[in-house]
């Protein structure tokens, strides 16, 4: 049974055309985290939910906005994509942080496409 | 900010060979984590490792924890096509982190 849910699994999205991606859970998991992953490159953090808290990283550019409405829901809004935004977009989950000896479940990401 | 370092970014082997990818920090780690992504997919969760000189097998992978919390590694015997992926390493700088410090991955291929 699917634990973390992404949907679309892939999105084809025009230059500056707004777009969201959703991210669902089934594991209750306090922290909801989101991923940008491009060709061959590690998975570079976003921003995270602990619970209703959010966590953005320092260099995360300000077209990203996320949203958490509930436990199970997580959004990634994307204002104005651009062509350097292309990339699969992988959201995660965990009951507590890493740093606690908690792992992270990662869902099959949305490959994001701009034309 | 923190940096995780991980090599070899490419390994092509033989079927059969052994393969090792290694993660150093310059920092003391408080627990360190392995992920594999197969090509397409997404990360899925190996192992952990927490204490200090730590060795931990599952089947043909073994993985180690150094002594000084610094260094981790990833050996895998004899292998498979199934073990065609991207291997990361993923610490933590301090218990309460909130997040994973990635290392930039070892990929894996195999010549059956």
């Known amino acids: 049974d699917a634990m973390v849910i992404q949907n679309p699994r892939y999105q084809v999205t025009q230059f500056g055309k707004p777009v969201t991606l959703s991210c669902s859970q089934t594991?209750?998991?306090?922290?909801m985290y989101w991923y940008q992953q491009k060709s061959s490159q590690a998975p570079k953090l976003l921003f995270h939910?602990?619970?209703?808290?959010?966590?953005n990283e320092a260099d995360t550019p300000d077209n990203f906005q996320s949203r958490r409405p509930n436990t199970s829901f997580c959004f990634l809004d994307i204002r104005s994509p651009g062509l350097g935004d292309a990339a699969m977009y992988l959201c995660?989950?965990?009951?507590?942080?890493?740093?606690?000896?908690?792992?992270?479940?990662f869902g099959p990401g949305t490959r994001l496409t701009v034309l | 900010g923190q940096q995780v370092m991980q090599i070899p970014q490419y390994q092509h082997v033989q079927e059969g060979e052994d393969f090792t990818t290694y993660c150093n920090s310059s920092?003391?780690?408080?627990?360190i984590q392995w992920y594999k992504q197969r090509p397409g997919g997404h990360p899925v969760f190996l192992i952990q490792?927490?204490?200090?000189?730590e060795v931990k097998k599952q089947k043909r992978l073994t993985f180690q924890f150094g002594e000084a919390k610094k260094n981790s590694s990833l050996h895998i015997t004899a292998t498979q096509t199934t073990d065609v992926g991207t291997y990361f390493c993923a610490g933590n700088l301090i218990q309460g982190a909130q997040k994973l410090v990635f290392g930039q991955g070892t990929r894996l291929t195999i010549n059956p």
């Open positions: 920092t003391t780690l408080s627990n």
């Open positions: 995660a989950t965990s009951r507590d942080y890493p740093g606690n000896t908690d792992t992270q479940y």
């Open positions: 594991l209750n998991h306090n922290v």
């Open positions: 939910y602990y619970d209703k808290d959010f966590n």
């Open positions: 490792l927490v204490k200090s000189g």
